[in-house]
């Protein structure tokens, strides 16, 4: 299994121009997970999918952020016009949502994307 | 909401003995789950271990432990015979039982000195 693949591992663009951040799952797991890791904010989530529905979108910072599905086994983050502020490492995780106690559901992360904007 | 503290932001140990690095939560739930998650320089988020609440037992994986005090909302990690390699940031996690989302503490830096 190759795990969570994220793309790019690094962008460097300027302000205003549109980022695109691609997430690929791990076959078979069915919820996909989107963080932001900064020095000062830690580890934040910005939007959660099961079985490609957007179940939680609370943390995505404003409306230059979108998240999608196509489909089940891809995901990406958009930021348009992204901002200095924007500059972060973004992880994308996936999980097997289960139902039981299990303990199945564990978070895989991706290696993350680290994007710059100046 | 949960909230998930961790209250150092740096350890240090050395080789071959023993660190404990601390997690405190805060919840109403009576259900859900604890990690500990370890980011080396590479940036990787690895599992280091996992806990569910319903179990009295403290979880191990070779040598790393942990101390599950549910009554205080405690959840420390050992490592012990440290390894140069387990240098990384430890993060602490807790997931509610009905949702898959994670909400992570701040980080504790470990270094570990030959």
């Known amino acids: 299994d190759a795990g969570v693949i994220q793309s790019p591992r690094h962008e460097v663009t300027e302000m205003g121009q549109e980022v695109t951040l691609r997430c690929k799952l791990i076959?078979?797991?069915?919820?996909l997970f989107w963080y932001r890791q900064t020095m000062m904010r830690g580890l934040e989530l910005l939007i959660y999918?099961?079985?490609?529905?957007?179940?939680?979108d609370s943390g995505m910072p404003e409306d230059r952020f979108s998240a999608k599905m196509p489909n089940a086994s891809f995901s990406t983050l958009k930021i348009q016009p992204s901002e200095p502020r924007d500059s972060a490492v973004y992880f994308c995780?996936?999980?097997?949502?289960?139902?039981?106690?299990?303990?199945?559901?564990?978070?895989?992360f991706g290696a993350g994307s680290r994007l710059t904007v100046l | 909401a949960q909230t998930v503290t961790q209250s150092q932001p740096e350890m240090s140990v050395q080789e071959a003995e023993t660190v404990t690095l601390s997690c405190t939560y805060d919840?109403?739930?009576?259900?859900?789950?604890l990690f500990w998650y370890k980011q080396p320089p590479s940036r990787q988020m690895i599992l280091v271990i996992r806990?569910?609440?319903?179990?009295?037992q403290n979880a191990t994986e070779n040598r790393f432990s942990v101390n599950f005090q549910k009554a205080a909302k405690s959840f420390s990690l050992k490592i012990s015979d440290s390894q140069l390699g387990d240098a990384a940031m430890y993060f602490c996690?807790?997931?509610?039982?009905?949702?898959?989302?994670?909400?992570f503490g701040t980080g504790t830096r470990l270094q570990v000195f030959p």
């Open positions: 996690a807790y997931r509610s039982y009905n949702t898959d989302k994670l909400i």
């Open positions: 076959s078979g797991h069915n919820s």
């Open positions: 995780a996936s999980s097997h949502s289960g139902t039981d106690l299990s303990g199945a559901n564990v978070l895989t």
């Open positions: 806990q569910e609440a319903y179990k009295q």
């Open positions: 999918f099961n079985n490609n529905v957007p179940i939680d």
């Open positions: 919840t109403s739930e009576s259900d859900y789950y």
